[in-house]
């Protein structure tokens, strides 16, 4: 016995991990031995879309308890490989519709006979180990929908609600953090013109009354990012001011404000977030494309008072 199955119960999501990752590896040398260029996290999604035929994205985010941004990335893998299409759905532009291509079906069937094995083999290790194993997860599953270990670890805790992340709509006494913030940003990545002056000297007066909204990430109390939104008048809606405090960085909290960004605009009805970035800002465009946002040649909605943008991105917000 090693020093993890010693812990027990304490390792728990450290044992099932080792378990996935264990059984992840084996699977995608099958493939590959096999001759497939095929993934196993691909496996549930093209499962899904075969027997759906044709199937939403949104619906595949809530049927495989993945986050829209994931299911994305996914969705986005099988298309690049033409094992999947995808199509604007005609009753709502708003919903990506993705069906399997003449490819993607023939693959399905050369992967058949690979797949049954599969299934056969894993059959045969719950038949060596615990028949009920998989009726466990369920049960393990259906406790952490009730109430999430999140949850119950800072009940125990009662830990003090200062100390949390949290996002919370803009108000004057941030004034000061929300023009920190941005102003450290702009100095060490690009510059600070005239337009960002007035916006950052009067923000409820440039974003907020003018059909936006400004939110700020909070961490004990202290203002740590920001971002606005602001409408183009298109059923579109701009994303700006977006930047995090560089103590926070590489904590994945940009991709935790775009998720919070992308909820914020479905609540405002906008169908789309577009954006003015620079082709020199090379983290911040490679995570807009991580949670989907595409370049686009340009905008009419977009003015670039600025003068300093290069890249013109849009994200198309599937309801």
């Known amino acids: ?53 044709e ?7 809530r049927e495989l308890n993945q986050t829209h941004p994931a299911a994305v ?3 986005n893998s099988l298309e690049k490989k033409r094992l999947i299409t ?31 094995a599969i299934h056969t083999s894993a059959r045969e290790i719950l038949a060596e180990s615990d028949k009920d194993l998989i009726e466990h997860m369920a049960s393990v599953e259906d406790a952490i929908r009730q109430k999430s270990p999140y949850k119950r670890v800072t009940e125990k805790l009662n830990k003090d609600t200062n100390n949390e992340f949290a996002f919370i709509p803009y108000e004057e006494k941030y004034k000061k953090d929300f023009r920190q913030l941005n102003e450290e940003w702009l100095s060490a990545y690009l510059e600070i013109t005239d337009h960002d002056q007035e916006i950052l000297s009067d923000p409820i007066k440039k ?59 479905r609540n405002m009805k906008c169908k789309a977030i577009v954006l003015f970035t620079h082709h020199a800002l090379r983290e911040a ?35």
């Open 73 to 75: 990335q996914v969705i």
């Open 207 to 265: 974003i907020i009354k003018n059909k936006g909204q400004i939110h700020l990430l909070l961490k004990g109390g202290k203002v740590i990012g920001t971002y606005a939104l602001q409408k183009t008048g298109d059923h579109r809606c701009e994303l700006s001011k977006f930047t995090i405090s560089k103590d926070f960085r590489g904590r994945k909290l940009g991709e935790r404000m775009l998720v919070h960004a992308i909820d914020q605009a």
């Open 1 to 53: 016995m090693n020093f993890i199955e010693e812990l027990g119960i304490m390792a728990l999501g450290s044992r099932i991990k080792n378990l996935g990752e264990l059984l992840m590896k084996d699977v995608s040398r099958i493939y590959k031995e096999q001759g497939f260029d095929f993934e196993p996290r691909w496996f549930t999604f093209y499962q899904l879309i075969l027997e759906r035929k």
């Open 285 to 319: 465009t490679q995570l807009y494309k991580k949670i989907g946002f595409e370049v686009i040649a340009d905008h009419p909605g977009l003015i670039d008072k600025t003068g300093r943008c290069s890249l013109y991105m849009q994200l198309i917000i599937h309801q």
């Open 86 to 116: 995808s199509r604007k759905d005609n009753q709502d532009q708003r919903k990506r519709l993705v069906r399997l291509t003449a490819k993607g079906k023939k693959l399905a069937e050369k992967l058949g006979p690979v797949w049954e």
């Open 55 to 61: 199937v939403s994205v949104t619906e595949i985010a």
